[in-house]
T-cell receptor
Framework: ELKVEQNPLFLSMQEGKNYTIYCNYSTTSDRLYWYRQDPGKSLESLFVLLSNGAVKQEGRLMASLDTKARLSTLHITAAVHDLSATYFC????????????FGKGTKLTVNP | SQTIHQWPATLVQPVGSPLSLECTVEGTSNPNLYWYRQAAGRGLQLLFYSVGIGQISSEVPQNLSASRPQDRQFILSSKKLLLSDSGFYLC???????????FGDGTRLSIL
């Protein structure tokens, strides 16, 4: 059974600082997704990572995937208040399954 | 472009009452459809998914059911709601392949 663990679950950081959120998963996977959820809102797709070594960047966020280590990271550079949200990683089991298993999410608060 | 509609946005129901939540997708055909539940402050739990009309897979035993009467319509139902059914219900769709799932705005269900 595929398990997905994110850490930290809660992250409070100062504006301008850098930090990394980690996503570990337990079995082989062929794709990994990062989503953002603002309070009371739905989920918004951020990144799709499909191969070992994949790196995607959008603004102050950069996501990477190491399939051998079964690890994805979401790196935040020079955080700003607008990045405050909950970030989820989601993993699809290998074999073409359409299902996703979500981590519990990392609630990020960026303080001025 | 593709859009997903989910309604109602908010619902307050007494224990033991029936439930019907509806989700429709526009701008695509033969999507995969999903129902998730998110309890307060927690991650997403996949409830049901469907790869075609009349094809429903249940992920978690419970008093909820799902139906897909048309290609782009997905309905979540219950005959008798329990207090534990409270939560934020999200419908999502995806195309075949590696594309991410796209989420509706969600229904916030409170059981009294």
């Amino acid at each position: 059974e595929l398990k997905v663990e994110q850490n930290p679950l809660f992250l409070s950081m100062q504006e301008g600082k850098n930090y990394t959120i980690y996503c570990n998963y337990s079995t082989t996977s062929d794709r990994l997704y990062w989503y953002r959820q603002d309070p009371g809102k739905s989920l918004e797709s951020l990144f799709v990572l499909l191969s070992n070594g994949a790196v995607k960047q959008e603004g102050r966020l950069m996501a990477s995937l190491d399939t051998k280590a079964r690890l994805s990271t979401l790196h935040i550079t020079a955080a700003v208040h607008d990045l405050s949200a909950t970030y989820f990683c989601a993993v699809s089991p290998q074999g073409g399954s359409e299902k996703l298993v979500f981590g519990k999410g990392t609630k990020l608060t960026v303080n001025p | 472009s593709q859009t997903i509609h989910q309604w109602p946005a908010t619902l307050v129901q007494p224990v033991g009452s029936p439930l019907s939540l509806e989700c429709t997708v526009e701008g695509t055909s033969n999507p995969n459809l999903y129902w998730y539940r998110q309890a307060a402050g927690r991650g997403l739990q996949l409830l049901f998914y469907s790869v075609g009309i009349g094809q429903i897979s249940s992920e978690v035993p419970q008093n909820l059911s799902a139906s897909r009467p048309q290609d782009r319509q997905f309905i979540l139902s219950s005959k008798k709601l329990l207090l534990s059914d409270s939560g934020f219900y999200l419908c999502a769709w995806s195309s075949q392949g590696m594309e991410p799932q796209h989420f509706g705005d969600g229904t916030r269900l409170s059981i009294l």
